[in-house]
């Protein structure tokens, strides 16, 4: 049924309707129940507006003066949830300037001169995110700090490390939990420079083409931060790279993450039995009384699934936009909105787990103790105290292995005799050498695994990651 347009509505485009929007597209317009989170964003930006249009002698001081007390108060209103969300006023910066018309009566309509909700929107957006991105900062910190205290009191734990999760070579658990300190690191240090890379303000371009009022875009730009406006007012209202570049880092961050948490769930399982999951971060089974599950870790691994589809889905609703500003962009929020908390919490939930979890040293001892773990250190020994070249090397130590396996054992318990049926050259000098100790002490090239480097890589990874 086609309503008339109503008079009184709030809604400041009515002007030109004959008839209301249906109540479906009022529902789907609507943006009010998510993008309400911006609002101490949208009164920040409307005070530095206010502010220019003032001295720029477009209002008076005393207009000023109201205007702010005006917006002070409706972030109270709003702070103590006194607000009453209208989905015909679509989203939060329509709710802010029809209530500070309600407060302050006519003056309020002057605040919208110069400015659109196209410039609004992304600056508002803008702002936000960039305090979003110093808090995933600081819990990126937290967590390689909870990797970092668990690597220092690992430094010769060994256990086996793997490629294609079969037993490869001896490392130290505190190489492998580094490993993820920089990866986080690289993180931290993208989130740095898209902070930067973006720290531009949108304000003043209106809605695409600029104003023809005397305004002054480097005050709003200063008073909130930016390092200055953007240079073109068509690029800045339809621009969202600073979220798809946020979108990303989060999606790095989760993989990360879930990678991690794979890791967890594979060491808590019985084959591995390397962890024992903190009671806090696992959950029981309805049915199996001795059950204990890597819940957080699942979840975790989880969530990434879904973080990756909010980068999948703003790159879809951009990617064939026309220049200036579509409606197709407030699509762009639910999916950052859920990506930054959905990371924020998860990051969380890991450096409160990593400083749970014990680690059963022993059962990751045992492990070394498969695969022929020292295998490589057999054919290297041979290139170093017999001078075979490494494929010749690699040849030899084929043979022993395969010899090991038909002994049932490994490839340091067969004796002497053994090798030299393989290779007359070897002798006790060599065979002798073969030890998980040495194995992991010999690794000292930049990088390896040798307790020595993960000490100084410690102390440097503190130094870079945790000074603050
Ligand atoms: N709620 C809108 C958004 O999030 C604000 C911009 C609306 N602009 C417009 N011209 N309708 O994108």
Redesign the pocket.
């Known amino acids: 049924m086609k309503k008339k347009i109503n008079k009184k509505s709030k809604n400041f485009w009515r002007g030109r309707f004959i008839e209301s929007p249906s109540e479906t597209m009022v529902r789907i317009n609507s ?1 009010i129940s998510f ?1 309400k989170i911006l609002y101490e964003k949208d009164i920040i930006a409307s005070k530095a507006h206010a502010t220019m249009l003032c001295n720029q002698n477009i209002i008076t001081k005393e207009e000023l003066k109201k205007v702010l007390n005006g917006l002070t108060k409706i972030e109270k209103e709003i702070k103590q949830n006194k607000m009453q969300f209208n989905d015909e006023l ?2 939060i ?1 329509t709710h802010v300037e029809a209530r500070l018309i309600e407060l302050i009566g006519a003056l309020g309509k002057k605040l919208h001169t110069a400015r ?3 410039d ?2 992304a600056t508002d957006t803008k702002i936000w995110l960039r305090e979003q991105n110093k808090i995933i900062d600081k819990y990126l910190e937290n967590l390689q700090l909870s990797l970092i205290e668990k690597a220092e009191t690992n430094i010769f734990t060994y256990m086996p490390g793997f490629t294609h999760l079969q037993v490869a070579q001896p490392i130290t658990l505190a190489h492998h939990l580094l490993a993820y300190v920089n990866m986080f690191g690289r993180d931290r240090d993208n989130n740095k420079s898209l902070i930067e890379r973006h720290n531009y303000s949108p304000l003043g371009s209106a ?1 695409l083409a600029g104003t023809s009022f005397n305004i002054n875009r480097d005050e709003t730009s200063n008073n909130l931060g930016f390092k200055s406006p953007m240079s073109n007012s068509i690029d800045a209202v339809s621009d969202r790279d600073f979220i798809l570049d946020s979108l990303n880092l989060c999606c790095s961050i989760s993989i990360h993450l879930s990678r991690l948490s794979e890791e967890i769930i594979l060491w808590s399982s019985p084959g591995f039995d390397f962890i024992n999951l903190p009671d806090t971060f696992s959950t029981g089974s309805s049915i199996m009384p001795q059950k204990k599950n890597p819940d957080a870790a699942e979840l975790i691994r989880g969530k990434s699934g879904r973080v990756i589809g909010n980068y999948v889905t703003l790159f879809n609703i951009m990617k064939a936009l026309p220049l200036a ?1 579509s ?1 197709d ?2 699509e ?2 639910e999916p950052l909105f859920d990506s930054i908390q959905t990371t924020k919490d998860t990051i969380n939930v890991m450096s409160e787990m990593i400083k749970e979890i014990k680690f059963n040293t022993d059962k990751m001892l045992k492990m070394c103790n498969k695969g022929h773990i020292n295998a490589t250190d057999v054919a290297d020994a041979l290139v170093a105290e017999l001078g075979v070249p490494f494929r010749d090397a690699h040849m030899i130590t084929g043979k022993l292995v395969a010899k090991a396996d038909k002994k049932k054992i490994q490839i340091h318990e067969l004796n002497i005799k053994d090798f030299k049926k393989v290779d007359k050259r070897i002798n006790n000098k060599i065979v002798d050498k073969i030890t998980l100790k040495a194995s992991v002490k010999n690794r000292d090239s930049y990088g390896g695994t040798n307790p020595e480097n993960i000490r100084k890589e410690i102390i440097f990874s503190k130094e870079k990651w945790c000074n603050d």
């Open positions: 943006s993008d679509e989203d910066h659109s909700r196209n609004q929107v809605a500003y409606k962009m407030q762009d929020k």
